[in-house]
């Protein structure tokens, strides 16, 4: 049996091992093949070599996570331990895409993530489609915010189908922009996340980023420009074709979706459900699916997904 130390130095203990240890105790749990001892600001691991590494990797990550972030919570700990279960050579190799307006890095964090940055390279079409908080919409926004910075577009334009989810719009209050943009929202916390506000508001004003219901885009030619559909589950098979033939030269789009929460009547089939029935074997088409496993809310939410998972089966 091998024994590891490793010294917390300038770290508070309750921040980074949790309430009781809590944090400490998940980490064991993950790895129960080897003994993990906390004695004041030491960790003593002892078991075999492999693990050993692993579990070593996990404590570097937390580490740097704390000092970036002053914290550690339990959801950060088990994203970290399921990475070192995986095979993250595309993530290592994407890394940062963009630094966010507060300065923080924004890369992709599960490994369906970073096929998804991957896959941007080499395709102009891009599907990805997976439940809530699996990422999707954030990284796809990632991807056209980093195209617009490096001028690879000129223009970022982000759609989205305005479907009354168990609402109706006409008793909403305000005109038709005031109405649609809680339908937008997400996207708007997704941009802010991502560039100042100032030159967000510029970029807006002059419509260098356009956000705009599904509608707005019939009987355009999008050129030179970098084109998300977001929540393409709630459109019809005629609202898909119809945006999917915007397409102009010299512009990249990408499409998310949960085939899960479709909102459209039971009579109407969902447009994205069709459309990746249709274009599966398209050469230039890549269709990302990410599943539970990426999601990067909550712990619970993956829980949720897989009970909701097993009732539909």
């Known amino acids: 049996m091998v024994e590891k130390v490793i010294k917390l130095e300038n770290i508070s203990l309750v921040d980074f ?19 993990i001892i906390s004695r004041g600001n030491e960790i003593r691991i002892q078991g075999s070599n492999p693990e050993i590494l692993k579990i070593n990797n996990t404590f570097n990550d937390l580490i740097e996570h704390y000092k970036k972030f002053g914290k550690v919570t339990t959801d950060n700990v088990l994203n970290y331990v399921e990475k070192e279960g995986k095979d993250f050579s595309l993530l290592l190799q994407e890394d940062t895409l963009i630094y966010g307006a507060k300065g923080l890095a924004i890369r992709p964090k599960t490994e369906n993530q ?6 941007s390279r080499k395709n102009d079409l891009i599907f990805a489609i997976g439940p809530a908080g699996t990422g999707k919409t954030y990284i796809a926004v990632a991807l056209a915010v980093k195209a617009l910075k490096n001028k690879v577009v000129k223009k970022l334009i982000i759609t989205r189908p305005a479907v009354e989810a168990g609402e109706n719009l006409g008793f909403l209050p305000g005109d038709l922009k005031e109405k649609i943009d809680p339908y937008l929202r997400p996207i708007y916390d997704a941009l802010y996340d991502m560039i100042p506000s100032e030159k967000l508001k510029y970029y807006l004003e002059h419509n260098v980023i356009e956000i705009a219901p599904l509608a707005y885009m019939r009987g355009r030619t999008l050129n030179n420009a970098f084109i998300l559909l977001d929540e393409a589950q709630n459109t019809t098979t005629m609202q898909m074709k119809m945006f999917l033939t915007r397409m102009g030269p010299e512009s990249k789009m990408i499409i998310t ?5 479709v909102d459209l009547p039971r009579n109407m089939a969902s447009g994205l459900v069709e459309s990746v029935k249709v274009l599966d074997d398209v050469e230039g088409i890549s269709i990302i699916r990410l599943s ?22």
């Open 17 to 35: 091992l949790g309430v009781d240890n809590i944090n400490l105790k998940e980490i064991s749990s993950a790895f129960p093949k080897s003994k």
């Open 114 to 119: 970073s096929k998804l940055v991957a896959s």
């Open 257 to 261: 979706g949960d085939i899960s929460q």
């Open 292 to 313: 539970g496993k990426d999601v990067i809310r909550h712990r619970l939410v993956k829980n949720i997904i897989a009970a909701y998972d097993k009732l539909q089966k």
